[in-house]
């Protein structure tokens, strides 16, 4: 399998991937709103890779790069009417792998080479939510150093579904 960044033609398979992940979980996909992101990738994420298996995409992440959130590492504060993790300068997106392809440390690689941009960009702490039910996730994320420090509901998830936050001190 195989990692690389998102190019013209990805579209589908990155909305595959993500609507098998929100199924397999029971979460609302919400084309127009929530997950509109997916349909737009380019115009929507500074970076993006995806898992290639077979000529086919079977799983993503993205990062951006954001100013540096206020307050002291670990706590939670509102920005712009959004919870968000302090002293962050970069934050984790739409990481998702294919249920039929999880158990091959996909995430885990996907995780390192968000983190090694990010590294590579000057940023010192990536930003991570993700929602509660995902524990295999937050299982990875801690293994590699995260801290869990924050819960909330992301604004306009049609699911109201709550989210733990985590600060991953750079490198890893």
């Known amino acids: 399998m195989l990692i690389r960044e998102y190019r ?14 929100y199924a397999d979980y029971g979460f609302s996909w919400d084309a127009d709103g929530y997950c509109k ?3 737009d990738v380019p115009n929507s994420y500074e970076w993006f890779w ?4 077979e000529n086919e995409v079977v799983g993503c992440t993205a990062l951006s790069l954001h ?7 670990g706590q939670t504060v509102v920005v712009e009417g ?3 993790v302090s002293a962050t300068d970069c934050e984790l997106h739409r990481l998702y792998i294919r249920p039929e392809v ?29 929602d509660k ?3 295999h996730a937050h299982g990875l994320y ?15 998830d049609p699911d109201e579904s709550p989210e733990w936050g985590f600060y991953l001190p750079l490198p890893i």
Do not use: F, M, N
Request: glycine share 12%.
């Open 133 to 135: 039910k995902l524990t």
């Open 102 to 130: 999880r158990g091959h440390r996909l995430g885990e690689k996907l995780l390192r080479t968000t983190c090694a941009k990010a590294t590579e960009l000057g940023c010192s702490t990536i930003e991570i939510w993700s």
């Open 67 to 73: 100013r540096r959130v206020p307050g002291e590492l």
């Open 8 to 21: 013209d033609g990805d579209g589908p398979g990155v909305v595959q991937s993500v609507q098998a992940t």
């Open 50 to 53: 995806v898992v290639e298996s």
């Open 37 to 39: 992101d997916l349909y």
């Open 82 to 84: 959004t919870p968000r």
């Open 142 to 156: 801690e293994r590699l150093g995260a801290i869990k420090s924050g819960e909330r509901i992301c604004p306009g």
